[in-house]
Each structure stands twice: as structure tokens, then as C-alpha cells.
DNA sequence: ATAGGGTTAG
């Protein structure tokens, strides 16, 4: 390569090279020394520059402090590469030093400062500006449409119209997204008939912006017939605000259709869109399986977005060792892990049941904010640890983070798991202006702790419309102690509020029948059959080899369905002679006529716990998804298993986690 | 001939 350069090149055109050749930058700085054009002002000045952005950034200034003499250009390009460094303040630093700074140098600053997303400064420092351009409108509006600033976006907009400055190509981009923020149908249409007005020039940025506010406001035919429009034209950005816009109403077959028609797919973002697409709308599974071709292409590298996705993914799925997996490619991917990163890593711990793991990444961590605060609190309320999550809401007061609605649900309802009533009252009294869902937790505290009628009170005494969750509370705690009266008067409320819940049908049927009231049980199957509700499917997961391995009731699906029968039939031998005797009242309500039979002790649960007898290592942990509350025959049966076969046995329904171990429960739920 | 501004993913 070095070859190349050493033809005779008029010196004037030594800029333009360097610029087009960054990466050889370093073996052309070598070359322009021999020939000793080094202090040519304008040469000087791309170097700078090329180090500025190549890095590295200290050979910049080594060249920047060896001139001569620096002109306004130097010390521009000198500052602006320490803003790509993120190094503020070497940057801060030679602006103070500047002597005579120009336009461009006050817009330098006012982009760096927007970059590391200090907006305040920004805008300081824009507001300080002795004359502005265009192009300094442009920056500082970018800044806030970048950060997410729509308000202050369009109030600048407004300013910078005000003032006579006719907006270019660059400003409506900039404006045009501002607008997608918001996803206001009405300002998007306003927007577009000025556009429209002032016949202004769309170029394919000015394009894809319009496409991604229409999909953003919900016009996807419109942001569809753009990209058509475009055809040819489109560009990797505008491929995956169409796919993103699929993902986002939950299209994922045209996102992945559109996805799989790219001509490249060398753009982390296209990848990170459909990962995320999957994992936002339940399908994590997909969401991994993707992630695992994403690394098995090595076309692209995983970013802090791709991370996030993925592990989140993980935690949904309660795949610790899919997680642990994504975690390794991680490190060996290079990528920096960012504080967002850990809190997905505390996330998915989290929802794996592995909190050990979780409070180990959460004390880590440099810096903690309320994000991390508030994984780790629900993770300890799913748990039912109550003292360790409010010993989290009094630290985050002396680390200075401060909570937020999200926090104090998690604290109230890690009390409630937990049954501490005092911890929770305390909570609930010291929330400035508590929200509905704060009720919600208290009535589910009270209910717990058996304090039904205070919960009733509770409820009559809130100062906005009770939600189905304040009712739900109210009929779950009436099933729990068997209060009749409390528990029609909240399904009655519930039947209203969400006739096609099946779960609040259940709930009050179970109530009758631990009361053996059987006319009534029947008199809620009616009701269910004549307002046509249909019952939630209910299914269990277990991890093995990189993959989920769902059961429903009764499965006999699975290639080992064999196998695990065998395992089931062996077990329920072993549990009768150890004394247990299958509920069958509660197996059978739930079931078909018809299927009785079948039905006995084949719930999900057991189903998915006999697989993992089946394949796992022996002693090691069996962990266990459900997808509704574990049911009180198998949470029964589930208890016997651990003490006859020695394992924990952790389960997270779709409430809280259950570790069974040594035939007892951590939940301390009265069935 | 050299310095500052644009669209997509969490």
C-alpha cells in the first residue's frame, strides 16, 4: 500500500488523499514527514484532524502543539477531535484558551456537548453565541431531537424562524424527527403541508425522516408507499425504519420479510431492529434464535442495543444458561460494558431466579441509577425478599438516586410477597402522592397479611377509579381465606371490568369449590360459556440445551413424551408412598369433562419438571417457567419432589418465584 | 485546498 503514495502527487492535492484514505493516515503522515510538508498549514490541519478522528487523539495534539503558529482552523479541528473522544474537558480547555473563536468554534461546542447528551450546556453555550449560522441552529436542533428533546426541538424550530433564518435541507431532517418523537398525527400532517408549501427539495435523508414520522404516528400505508416511492433509492436507514415500523405494530412477518429482502445486511441496526421487534413483542425466543445466526454471520458485531435485547430476551425466557452464553460472546465480542448493560444483566438474573448473580452485577457497578435500582428491587419483590428490597430504598437515598413510582411498587410489593405489613405501611404512608397502582400493591399487602377488610376500606377511600389489578388483589386474598362475600363483591367489579379475563372465573369458582359450594362452581361455567370466555392456555418452560421446552396439560407433544411419563409415573409412585394424595378436586376443576382422565397429574408443571429430572445433570438446579400461577396441587406435589429427589426447584409464574428445596416452599402463600 | 449541522434499533 505504502507503494501507492509514492508517485508524484501535486502537494495541493495531499488534503483530499489523506481524507479519503483515513486508514492509511498513519503510513502517509511517515511519507509527508520524508518529503517535510508536515508544517504546510493546510496539510497540518488534516492531520490533525485524521488523528482527531482516528485517533490516536494525543498524537493530534502533539502535532497540534508543534506548529508554529495555529490558526482559528487548528484549534477548531483540535477541539472537535477531542469531542469525538468524548474528552470534554481537554476540549473545554482550549476553547478557554481561544482566543479569537469564530462560529464554527462555538458550534463545535455546541455539538460536543449534545453528543455526551448534556443539553443544558448546549444550549448555553448556544445561547452565549455571539452570531449564529445556520449551521448552528441545525447542531443545537439536532441535539435535542437526537436526545429526544421534541418540545424543546419545535420551540427552537419556532425561535430560529422567528429570527429570519431560512431553514435548509439539514433543519427539516432534524425538525422532521423531532416531530416522529412525539407520534402526533396531527403536527406530522401540519408538518407535512409545509413542507408540501414551501416546495422544499426531498432529498433520501428528508425521505426516510418522513417515512419514519408517518409509521411513528400510525400512518404505515403512507410511510409504505414512501418507501416504494423510494425504491432503488433506499438506503440501510430507510430499510430499517420500514422494518422497525413492522416491528412495532407487531407485524413481524412483513418486518422479517423486508428484513430478509435487504440487499445488505452488514448494518448492526437492521439486525438490533428485528432482535428487538421479536423480543418487544413476545416472542424472545425469536428474538435469540436470530441473535444466534446474528453471531453465527459475523457480518456484524453486537452493540450495547443488540445486548440489551438479547439479554432481556433471556430473562423473559428464564434462560440462565442461554444468558450465560450471550454474556461470553459478549466479552469475546469486545464491546464495553455500558451501565445500560448491566442493568439488563441484572434484569435477566433477575428473571432467571438467580439473585445472588443480580446483587453481585448491581455491587459491581460504578455508578448506580434508578434503573438498576428498580431491576434489582422487582427482582427481590418476584422473590419475596421484603427486608432486602427496602434496604435497597434506603440506600438509593444515600447514594443520592431518587425513586420513582417504579420503585416504591416493587418495595410494596416485595413487603407483600414477603407478608411484611409494617415495612409496607411505613412505605405506602412516606409516597408523596401515591398513584393506582400503589392501592393496588397496599390492597394486595392487606389482603395478604389477611387484613381483608382494611383492604375494602382501602379501596372505598382511593381517590381515583379502582383498576381490575386493585380487584384482582382483593379476589385473590378472598380465595387465600376463603371470604365469600369480599370475593364476589370484587369479581362482580372484575366481570365488568375485564369480562374476558378467564382467570377471574376461576378464581371465584375455586373460592366456591374450597367451599365445596359445587351449584355455584357451575352456575361461574355458565356464565363463562354464555360470554364465550376462553381459558388461558396455561404452559410450563424448562431450559436445556439452548432451548425452551414448553409443555401444556396432558402434552404428550414432546419426541421424550415417552421418557417423561415413565419419569412421571415413577414419581407419583414414589410421592403416594410418601404420603401424597393428588388433589384431585383442583385438577379436575380446571379440566374438560372428557379429559379427566388424562388430566391427573399431568399439569405443565410437572410435565416440565419431569423433562428436567429427565436430562439435567443430577443436583443441579431445575428451573422452571409458568406462564399463570402454579396451581395449588402441583405447588403441593412440587414440594414432595424436591425432598424425594434432592433438588432445588425454582419456579417463576406469572406473579412471583417459588424455590422449593428440601420439600419446603420460600413463597409463603396459604393454598 | 483546512474546522461546525441530517434519517433507523434499546
Request: net charge neutral.
Amino acid at each position: 500500500m505504502q507503494r501507492r503514495y509514492n508517485m508524484m502527487i501535486d502537494p495541493s492535492m495531499y488534503p483530499i488523499l489523506i481524507k479519503s484514505n483515513g486508514e492509511y493516515g498513519i503510513v502517509f503522515h511517515a511519507h509527508l514527514l520524508k518529503l517535510g510538508l508536515e508544517f504546510d498549514k493546510y496539510i497540518g490541519n488534516v492531520m490533525i484532524g485524521l488523528y482527531g478522528k482516528y485517533g490516536p487523539v494525543e498524537d493530534a495534539r502533539r502535532l497540534f502543539d508543534e506548529m508554529s503558529e495555529r490558526s482559528v482552523f487548528d484549534w477548531n479541528v483540535m477541539i472537535s477531535g477531542y469531542w469525538n473522544w468524548g474528552n470534554k474537558e481537554e476540549a473545554e480547555k482550549l476553547f478557554d484558551l481561544m482566543m479569537e473563536k469564530n462560529v464554527v468554534t462555538w458550534t463545535t461546542m455546541v455539538t460536543g456537548y449534545a453528543r455526551m447528551k448534556d443539553l443544558d450546556n448546549a444550549r448555553k453555550c448556544f445561547d452565549k453565541m455571539p452570531e449564529r449560522s445556520v449551521v448552528s441552529w441545525n447542531a443545537m436542533l439536532a441535539g435535542y431531537a437526537q436526545n429526544g428533546l421534541a418540545k424543546e426541538a419545535a420551540l427552537l424550530f419556532d425561535d430560529m424562524v422567528d429570527s429570519g433564518v431560512k431553514p435548509n435541507e439539514k433543519t427539516w431532517v432534524s425538525v422532521i424527527s423531532a416531530c416522529s418523537l412525539r407520534g402526533d398525527l396531527a403536527l406530522a400532517k401540519s408538518l407535512e403541508t409545509m413542507i408540501n408549501d414551501k416546495q422544499i427539495r426531498l432529498n433520501v435523508f428528508i425521505k426516510s425522516a418522513l417515512l419514519d414520522m408517518h409509521a411513528k404516528c400510525g400512518n404505515i400505508m403512507m410511510a409504505k408507499k414512501i418507501f416504494d416511492e423510494l425504491g432503488e433509492s433506499n438506503n440501510s436507514v430507510s430499510w430499517n425504519a420500514m422494518i422497525s415500523a413492522y416491528a412495532r405494530i407487531g407485524d413481524l412477518t412483513s418486518a422479517k420479510e423486508l428484513f430478509d429482502q435487504m440487499p445488505d445486511k452488514n448494518d448492526i441496526v437492521s439486525w438490533n431492529s428485528m432482535i428487538a421487534g421479536y423480543a418487544q413483542n413476545g416472542q424472545s425466543a425469536a428474538a435469540i434464535e436470530l441473535f444466534k445466526e446474528m453471531a453465527k454471520n459475523r457480518l456484524v458485531t453486537p452493540d450495547e442495543v443488540t445486548a440489551i435485547s438479547v439479554l432481556s430476551a433471556c430473562g423473559h425466557l428464564g434462560a440462565l444458561g442461554l444468558g450465560n452464553d450471550v454474556i461470553r460472546y459478549l466479552r469475546e465480542s469486545q464491546i464495553d460494558f455500558s451501565r445500560s448493560i448491566y442493568n439488563a444483566l441484572i434484569f435477566m438474573y433477575s428473571k432467571c431466579g438467580s439473585m445472588k448473580d443480580a446483587e453481585n452485577i448491581f455491587y459491581e457497578m460504578k455508578s448506580r441509577d434508578v434503573i438498576s435500582y428498580n431491576t434489582l428491587i422487582t427482582g427481590f419483590a418476584t422473590y419475596g425478599n421484603g427486608k432486602k428490597a427496602v434496604k435497597l430504598l434506603w440506600k438509593m437515598d444515600q447514594e443520592g438516586v431518587s425513586p420513582d413510582r417504579i420503585t416504591f411498587i416493587g418495595v410494596l410489593t416485595a413487603c407483600s410477597h414477603a407478608g411484611l405489613s409494617r415495612e409496607g405501611r411505613k412505605v405506602f404512608k412516606s409516597i408523596q402522592n401515591p398513584d393506582i397502582d400503589h392501592y393496588a400493591c397496599m390492597v394486595d399487602l392487606l389482603g395478604r397479611v389477611g387484613e381483608l377488610d382494611e383492604a375494602k376500606y382501602l379501596i372505598e377511600s382511593m381517590p381515583m377509579a379502582p383498576h381490575a389489578g386493585v380487584y384482582g388483589s382483593l379476589l385473590s386474598a378472598s380465595r387465600t381465606y376463603k371470604r365469600i362475600d369480599l370475593g364476589e363483591f370484587a369479581a362482580t367489579k372484575l366481570f365488568e371490568l375485564e369480562p374476558d379475563n378467564s382467570g377471574n372465573y376461576v378464581l371465584l369458582s375455586n373460592i366456591y369449590a374450597s367451599e365445596g359450594r359445587w351449584t355455584d362452581v357451575e352456575t361461574i361455567r355458565g356464565l363463562m360459556k354464555t360470554h364465550r370466555v376462553k381459558k388461558t392456555g396455561a404452559w410450563s418452560s424448562v431450559e436445556y440445551k439452548g432451548k425452551m421446552h414448553k409443555f401444556i396439560v396432558g402434552d404428550r407433544s414432546h419426541e421424550r413424551s415417552g421418557d417423561i411419563y415413565q419419569i412421571l409415573k415413577e414419581l407419583m409412585k414414589k410421592m403416594q408412598d410418601a404420603g401424597y394424595i393428588a388433589d384431585k378436586g383442583a385438577v379436575l376443576r380446571d379440566v374438560e369433562e372428557e379429559e379427566k382422565e388424562e388430566m391427573v397429574g399431568v399439569h405443565s408443571e410437572k410435565l416440565a419438571i419431569a423433562f428436567a429430572l429427565l436430562v439435567s445433570e443430577p443436583g443441579g438446579v431445575i428451573r422452571v417457567v409458568k406462564n399463570l400461577r402454579v396451581c395449588s396441587d402441583c405447588h403441593t406435589a412440587i414440594k414432595i419432589i424436591s425432598r424425594l429427589e434432592n433438588r432445588e426447584i425454582i419456579v417463576r409464574d406469572n406473579n412471583r418465584f417459588h424455590t422449593f428445596h428440601h420439600g419446603i416452599c420460600s413463597c409463603n402463600d396459604f393454598w
